[in-house]
C-alpha cells in the first residue's frame, strides 16, 4: 500500500496506481438531412438562376423561334401523322399570345425569375453557415407554399399531379425537420437563459 504522502502522479511513475483509459470523444453527427435540404435549395435557386440567364439572353427570339419551329421538317411530319392541324385554335391562340411578347415583357419574366432564384440560394447559403435566420427564412417559404399545394392538389377542376405531391410532401418535411431541430442545427447570438426552475 502507498504512503499517503505521495501525490498520484508519483504513483503513477512508481507503478503503483493503473493509469486511467483513454476515453475517445464521442463521433460528431453529422446533419446528413440538413445537408440534402441545402443541396435541394441551393439546387431549386441554380435552376431558376439559369432560367432566368437563358430567358434573358433569348428574349429577342422567341417570336422569331416558333416560327422557325412550327415549320421544321419534323414537327410538320408529326402534325401530318398524328393528324394535328398547326391551324387549329389551340395553336392559333399559342401563336398569339407568343407573338404579343415583347422583350420588355420577356425580360420582366427573367428578372422575376432571377429575384425567385435569390431565396433559395440565401437559404441554402445560410443554412450552410448554419445560421439561424436562414433556417427560420426556409421554414417560413417552405410553410408558405404547403396551403397553396394543397389548394392545387385537392382542386377538382385540375388534373391530380404526383409531381405537386412529391413536392408538397418534401415541403412539409423541410418545415417539420428544420422547425423540430433548430436548436440543435442553427447557431445563437444569444445564450440561452437556464431556467432556476
Known amino acids: 500500500m502507498p504512503a499517503p504522502d505521495i501525490m498520484p502522479s508519483e504513483q503513477r511513475e512508481l507503478g503503483e496506481v493503473s493509469p486511467t483509459p483513454k476515453v475517445e470523444p464521442p463521433l460528431k453527427k453529422h446533419a446528413v438531412t440538413l445537408y440534402a435540404i441545402i443541396?435541394?435549395?441551393l439546387?431549386?435557386?441554380?435552376?431558376?438562376?439559369?432560367?432566368?440567364?437563358?430567358?434573358?439572353?433569348?428574349a429577342n427570339s422567341v417570336?422569331?423561334?416558333?416560327?422557325?419551329?412550327?415549320?421544321?421538317?419534323?414537327?410538320?411530319w408529326l402534325f401530318e401523322h398524328l393528324k394535328i392541324h398547326?391551324?387549329?385554335?389551340?395553336?392559333?391562340?399559342?401563336?398569339?399570345?407568343?407573338?404579343?411578347?415583347?422583350?420588355?415583357?420577356?425580360h420582366h419574366l427573367a428578372l422575376g425569375s432571377l429575384l425567385f432564384s435569390l431565396f433559395p440560394l440565401v437559404e441554402g447559403i445560410g443554412m450552410l453557415f448554419r445560421v439561424s435566420?436562414?433556417?427560420?427564412?426556409?421554414?417560413?417559404?417552405?410553410?408558405?407554399?404547403?396551403?397553396i399545394e394543397f389548394h392545387t392538389l385537392?382542386?377538382?377542376?385540375?388534373p391530380f399531379s404526383w409531381s405537386l405531391l412529391v413536392v408538397t410532401i418534401t415541403n412539409i418535411t423541410i418545415v417539420?425537420?428544420?422547425?423540430?431541430?433548430?436548436?440543435?442545427?442553427?447557431?445563437?447570438?444569444?445564450?440561452?437563459r437556464r431556467s432556476d426552475a
Open 39 to 41: 443541396c435541394f435549395k
Open 86 to 106: 398547326p391551324e387549329s385554335q389551340f395553336f392559333i391562340n399559342l401563336a398569339v399570345r407568343i407573338g404579343n411578347l415583347t422583350e420588355a415583357r420577356v
Open 63 to 76: 417570336p422569331r423561334d416558333y416560327a422557325n419551329f412550327m415549320h421544321a421538317p419534323a414537327v410538320e
Open 133 to 147: 435566420w436562414a433556417g427560420w427564412l426556409a421554414i417560413s417559404e417552405s410553410a408558405f407554399f404547403i396551403p
Open 43 to 58: 439546387a431549386h435557386g441554380l435552376v431558376f438562376l439559369l432560367l432566368a440567364l437563358w430567358i434573358y439572353k433569348e
Open 176 to 192: 417539420w425537420y428544420l422547425y423540430a431541430n433548430r436548436d440543435v442545427l442553427f447557431r445563437h447570438n444569444c445564450p440561452r
Open 154 to 158: 385537392l382542386n377538382p377542376q385540375t
